[in-house]
Every structure is written in C-alpha cells, then in structure tokens.
C-alpha cells in the first residue's frame, strides 16, 4: 500500500479526533512513520550479502507461515508481512492499560479508525511511563507493557519486525495468525471481541500449521507451551474471582484495599511455586515484574474473554472460511446481542 508523509497522517487524525490530543497523535503519526520508513521488502534483506544468515533464514521462515495463512487459513493475501523492518527496540510499542483502584473493569481510550480500545500506546517507553503516572496520581491501577507487533487493521501494509522475528517457529506463526485475524474481523470499541476472536485463530491455526509442518520435537515443545499458559490463566481466573467478590461486597473501602493487598500477595506466592512445577520455567516473570494490580487482570482478560466461545464456534463451523463469516454475522450485531450470543455458545 502507499505511503503516507506522517503530516498527511496526522491531518487525518486531527480532523477525526478533532485534535483533542495533538500531542498523543503527533507520536503516533511519527511512530506509524518511523515503521514505513525503516521497513524493506524481504527479498532485499534475502539478496543483501550484508544481511546476517540467521535473519535470512528467519524471513523465510516467514514468508512460508505468511503463504500458509493465505492458503490454509483464509488470511488475507496483502502486502503485510512481505517487508521487514529492524527496529533500535524490545518493543514496538507500550501499551498503557488501567482500572480504578477498586474494580477489574479497564478505561477506555476512543480514537478515530480504532474505536474505544482498552489500551493506550506509545512508541516510546518514557512516554508511556509519564502517562501512567498521571493515572497513577489519581489513584488509577496502571501496567504498561511492552508489545512486539500490532495490526494497523488492513489500512496499511504491516511489517515483519525485529521485535518478534526471532521467536521460535510456532511463536512466529502465532503472532502472524493473529494479526492478520485482525483484517479479517473488527469491531470498533469491543477489544475483547476482537482479540478473543484473533486469539482463536492463532491457536488454531498453530495447531493446523505444526500439523502440516512442524515435527515431533516443535509439536511437544507447543503442547508443553499450551499447558503452560493454561496453568497461567487458571491461576489468574482463581485470583480474579477473589478480587471480583470482594469488589461487589459491602466492605468499606479501608477494608476492601487491605484484603486486596493479601490477594495480590498470595497471587505472587502461588505463581513462585508454579514455577516451580515448571522447573524454573520463567517465560512469564515479565508479567509479574511490575506492581500486580488491577490492570494486569484487564490486560489479560481482554485478550481471552470470548476465547472458549470462538473455539466452540470453529469447532462448530470445521473450516475457517464458514467460521470467518459467522464471526462477520455476529459482528454486526448490537454490543448486548453480540455478548448473548457469545456467552450462549461459551455455556456447555
């Protein structure tokens, strides 16, 4: 797709959003920019003698995932993922995400395209913290986290980028699936929507590529990473339903703040020793490394709300192009109706 000058993108902001938030505009343009400007298509970086054979081999593997989106999964045939861009960062983003003190239900944040979304970014980490420590000051419960990769929904090209291309195969694959989910269906201002439904296809479509391309050593090393995660987010939900009866009840607040203190407390202590059920296993330390709070609950929840629903609806469909067009159907839905029907198909 053709590039924008970051003023013309900008612009375009401005007369969306009214330039209520020039500043938080003004870093994203230039951030949206920096991407374009930094990325090439991959086949230069594969014919540049200059480029490292680890990252040869890692595009390719790339580009093999990205036509196997196309062929066996239905994702869209773009010109996303076919340039690559090296970024001088961990992350490509920081997301900023934040509940009141004494509730799991996150803030909102309503931007032109995109809708109301549970998060805010930042290309840059500092910005990202100044702004969290203003919801801070007001006594908001704030994570920020870092972010490999993000879709720009089908209006521009996505690239490969430095912050996730050396992730093992299936990772790859997964972060791939995902965001290419994202062209398929959105609805602006329902994030667990959105990302329930991506997270559906990426799960699925990891399984349906190791399948077809993975070998015995990849395919344990995932179920391993599978039961991992599911261990992590069964520790999270006992945790969260804690938090959620002692929200709802008639403490006063004095109380409520000390016993939520306990909760978090006894979350970090049962998280050590999962880990070591997982002999020492520590791929979710990041997680913990900041403060828990509220917020950590909202990020993850977002991302698997509708999960168990999605899945039943491909199991229901056997092929993702049915399963594309009834999540289609479903997202013209109003939001009451769209979360009935979910929770209808979640229920056993």
Known sequence: MRRMPATVVLGMLCLLGGCTQLRYYTQAAQGQYSLWSAARPVDDWLSDPVTEPRLKARLNKAQQIRRFAVSELG???????????????????????????????PLQWCFPIAGCV?????????????????????????????????????????????????????????????????????????????ESFAVA?????????????????????????TGRRQDFLALLRKYRTQLEVLYASDAPDADKRVRKALVFAALQNEYQVLKQQWGGYAGYDRWFEQPLSNAHFASVATYNEFLPAFKKLLEEKKNFRAFYAAVHTMSRLDSPERRRRLQQLASP
């Open 118 to 194: 549970t998060y805010r970014g930042y290309y840059s980490k500092d910005e990202a913290q100044a702004y969290a420590d203003t919801l801070r000051a007001q006594r908001y419960d704030v994570q920020v986290g870092g972010v490999p990769a993000y879709s720009t929904l089908g209006w521009f090209d996505d690239p490969l980028l430095s912050t996730f291309i050396n992730y093992n195969d299936a990772e790859l694959a997964r972060m791939i699936f995902h965001e290419l989910a994202h062209q398929v269906v959105y609805v602006p201002g329902d994030s667990a929507f959105n």
């Open 201 to 225: 296809v990426e799960e699925a479509g990891v399984q349906r590529w190791l399948a077809h391309d993975g070998n015995e050593a990849m395919q344990a090393a995932y179920l391993q990473y």
């Open 75 to 105: 994702l869209p045939d773009n010109g996303s993922y076919k340039r690559y861009a090296a970024l001088p960062r961990p992350f490509v983003l920081w997301n900023v995400v934040a509940t009141p003190e004494l509730s799991l239900q």
